[in-house]
């Protein structure tokens, strides 16, 4: 290739310029990967992208991870500003945001409207692949009106201001239904399961005939089911109703306990912890279990629910809670002895560097 050819275009790319430069720099179909994130998503996202970063070196790479964090501010009239220090014309930008961050003082509305400008941002920089990343997706829950009540299906709202803003995928972890995707129309939609995280937790349980899986609700029993088959361990489904908003009751245990002493509790949130109590207290009571492992992929780090872990860790047979930093977890959490908190950045980076260079996002997860 002639010495023309090497030279930096300033102002005109010709087409052998170009295949040299595409060659020079090994960017994939998708274009040069960025690692983006507003300010609620710090330590999650920085955590992304030092891992990412070691499993390059690991694996022989000298290559750079580029990322653009905190990209987020206030005016003084509280309007959401966001600014780009470097281009991303091009770049194929993965954008976490963590939607509810209990120690942040922001609300869920504030931080997805930050997400929004950010991926706008991006679009009109002119990213060629936005990819938003949600480890907690906030008003999933809202994906139906309440039977017999005037209530929005606000989950497809918010899909469909994220869509107008710009993304073309969402990445989030253990969606709290599974229809939610369709909310996402055309664009690919990865609710990345929690199936592989509790087989490793576990895995210490397999083939022990003393154990039983417990779901806490109809919800929970697909996903415990799996659970349990791979284990190759008992299930049980809990029934319960709610005499009022915030309370629950279980009214029976549905399974086998024949000689069970151990049980695992395996939910995808918790909040004010009413069900966990009232199934603890059900298990201890009535079916004599006399050690219970509770694990859940998203703690939304209530005071409610800290006072109840605590109670029935001193009081009752709760041995350990496992849970992810799906969202940020509060201190009055990670200082609790018997509370671990699974980080998720190795996944989310296997997750990132598959979508990166198209392959199969499922290969990173164990399949039932």
């Not at 907690?136 to 809202?142: D, F, G, I, M, P």
Request: net charge positive.
């Amino acid at each position: 290739m002639s010495s023309k050819i090497r030279e930096k275009r300033g102002d005109f790319c010709t087409p052998e310029w170009f295949a040299h430069d595409q060659q020079r720099h090994m960017d994939p179909h998708r274009g040069r990967l960025m690692i983006a994130g507003c300010v609620s998503s710090g330590d999650l996202a920085e955590k992304v992208v030092q891992t990412y970063q070691d499993l390059l070196s690991r694996n022989g790479s000298r290559e750079k991870v580029h990322s653009m964090l905190r990209i987020d501010s206030q005016f003084s009239d509280t309007e959401t500003h966001v600014r780009l220090e470097n281009h991303v014309n091009g770049s194929d930008v993965f954008l976490f945001q963590s939607l509810y961050d209990p120690g942040s003082g922001m609300a869920v509305n504030e931080k997805y409207m930050r997400f929004l400008i950010a991926t706008r941002t991006f679009k009109e920089s002119g990213a060629r692949h936005i990819t938003g990343v949600l480890p907690y997706l906030a008003y999933a829950r809202q994906d139906k009106p309440t039977k017999f009540k005037r209530e929005p299906t606000t989950a497809r709202l918010m899909a469909d201001m994220a869509l107008e803003a710009g993304i073309d995928r969402l990445i989030t972890w253990d969606p709290h239904c599974g229809q939610i995707r369709g909310y996402y129309g055309k664009v690919q939609f990865n609710g990345l399961e929690s199936l592989s995280l509790f087989l490793d937790i576990f895995k210490d349980f397999q083939d022990r005939e003393d154990v039983i899986v417990v779901a806490p609700d109809e919800g929970a029993s697909k996903f415990v089911t799996h659970f349990g088959r791979a284990m190759n361990l008992k299930c049980a489904i809990a029934s319960k109703f709610r005499p009022k908003p915030e309370v629950a009751e279980i009214s029976e245990v549905i399974g086998d306990f024949s000689g069970k002493k151990t049980a695992v509790i395996l939910d995808d949130m918790i909040s004010t912890g009413g069900t966990i109590e009232a199934l603890v207290r059900y298990l201890v009571d009535q079916l004599k279990i006399c050690e219970i492992y509770l694990g859940a992929s998203h703690n939304l780090c209530t005071e409610r629910f800290r006072m109840i872990l605590t109670k029935l860790h001193e009081n009752s047979c709760l041995r350990k809670v496992y849970v992810t930093n799906s969202i940020p977890q509060t201190p009055a959490f990670t200082g609790l002895p018997f509370v671990e908190t699974r980080c998720l950045s190795d996944t989310l980076c296997r997750v990132i560097n598959r979508i990166h260079y198209s392959r199969s996002v499922s290969e990173v997860f164990y399949k039932p």
